[in-house]
């Protein structure tokens, strides 16, 4: 029986890619910096963490030698003496930008050749045409935004307004994006979901490959906080990826999270969602433990993101990381002895580095499982050897990108 589960650690970067310099990121290492800190004790939060960085099961899966085969350093207060029992090492991305889709696709053996459409980091942000086309066709009063902003920002200093004024918030980032926030009571969330439909459609022409749904609850600035109802509008796949595959020769694929949303829905058997990384690891846990034969489950966890790494929390990551590592067992204590688990992500976001955006860095790659060899895949020059190792796991024909690893 062949079944695998792919963990997306959502912007765990270790380290700076080489062509990070074209990104302004030359600097980034989200894993090390925040191992740094925490070892400096520049972490250290009354109440939520205390000490060196407490990750032993990541460890002992390769995060700390990938980190090091990466940058060439140790990680800051990491236990050495920890053995590794799994094929580890990092990726370097080939794809033209730092985006969530680029790095999923990628991993999944599509690499994206071109750089998407962004908007300007000016005020207003989008063209005028394009928002006197939205507001005229979703019959909206007008818009509030219209600038690169973060998410939990911009919906503290224009919430408010938008509850008395109906308009929504429409802001962007580096990526390739346009955000909308609007009140799941006040505005509606079928409302929400209706016009980001109709803005997905206008930005398509300009390139754009997502449009966000994020809805958010609560009456006064104080009290604002984004829900776990937030729906990407993603562009399909520009090439046929792994999840297709699989699914066309009879498998299945499990989409927990936002990885449905991510893929355009393209090659995934059905969705399961949870509110925040600890409901996601619940729902991966029992997906999987109830997966039948050629069944991939595919789960995102969005928190170290759009929780920590944008708003640049290094200590609510490194919590973060840590009550992931904490729930690793419970993985392995289910997992049967053909069964195959990657550890990954798709992009950084350094929340030690300026500004709010990913940054361009090396991914880990860790595969583990009971039969799994243990031993340094050194630095793969695509995340396409992720999908493409999976697609020889499954005994698929070979994807277009990418070079499998010998995992046995």
Not at 90 to 109: I, L, N
Not at 157 to 176: Q, V
Not at 386 to 405: C, D, E, R
Request: proline share 5%.
């Amino acid at each position: 029986m062949k079944r695998a589960v792919i963990l997306v650690m959502d912007s765990l970067g270790i380290g700076a890619s080489a062509d990070a310099h074209l990104y302004g990121d030359e600097t980034s290492d989200t894993l090390g910096h925040i191992a740094q800190q925490c070892a400096e004790g520049r972490a250290d939060a009354t109440g939520i963490r205390q000490g060196p960085l407490y990750i032993p099961n990541l460890t002992r899966l390769g995060m700390v030698a990938a980190h090091q085969s990466s940058t060439g350093q140790n990680l800051a207060g990491a236990d050495q003496s920890i053995e590794v029992n799994a094929s580890y090492g990092y990726a370097v991305e080939q794809s033209k930008d730092k985006d969530t889709p680029s790095g999923h696709w990628e991993m999944a053996g599509v690499p994206v050749p071109f750089k998407w459409g962004t908007f300007p980091k000016a005020i207003p942000c989008f063209p005028d045409d394009l928002i006197q086309q939205f507001v005229q066709q979703a019959e909206l009063p007008g818009i509030l935004g219209n600038c690169h902003a973060s998410g939990t920002e911009i919906i503290k200093r224009l919430g408010e307004e938008h509850i008395k004024t109906g308009k929504p918030i429409c802001y962007t980032s580096a990526d390739s994006v346009f955000q909308i926030a609007a009140h799941e009571e006040h505005f509606g969330l079928e409302r929400l979901l209706e016009i980001s439909l109709i803005a997905k459609q206008l930005v398509d022409d300009l390139n754009i490959t997502r449009v966000i749904a994020r809805p958010f609850v609560g009456e006064t600035a104080e009290t604002f906080q984004r829900t776990a109802n937030r729906k990407d509008l993603t562009t399909r796949p520009i090439e046929s990826t792994l999840l297709d595959h699989l699914t066309k020769t009879g498998g299945k694929v499990i989409s927990v999270g936002k990885i449905s949303d991510i893929f355009a829905g393209c090659g995934v058997t059905y969705s399961v969602k949870g509110k925040n990384n600890m409901e996601l690891f619940d729902a991966m846990l029992d997906s999987f433990e109830h997966a039948s034969d050629n069944t991939l489950v595919f789960v995102n966890f969005v928190d170290f993101d759009s929780h920590y790494g944008h708003r640049r929390d290094v200590t609510g990551y490194a919590k973060a990381l840590e009550d992931f590592d904490a729930r690793l067992p419970e993985l392995e204590a289910i997992m049967r002895p053909d069964d195959v688990a990657l550890i990954t992500a798709d992009h950084g976001c350094d929340p030690t580095q300026p500004g709010s955006d990913h940054t361009r860095e090396h991914v880990p790659v860790l595969f583990f499982g009971p039969k799994i060899k243990s031993h340094n895949i050194g630095g793969r020059t695509t995340f396409a050897d992720m999908g493409q190792t999976l697609a020889t796991y499954f005994s698929l024909q070979p994807l277009k990108h990418g070079k499998a690893v010998n995992l046995c």
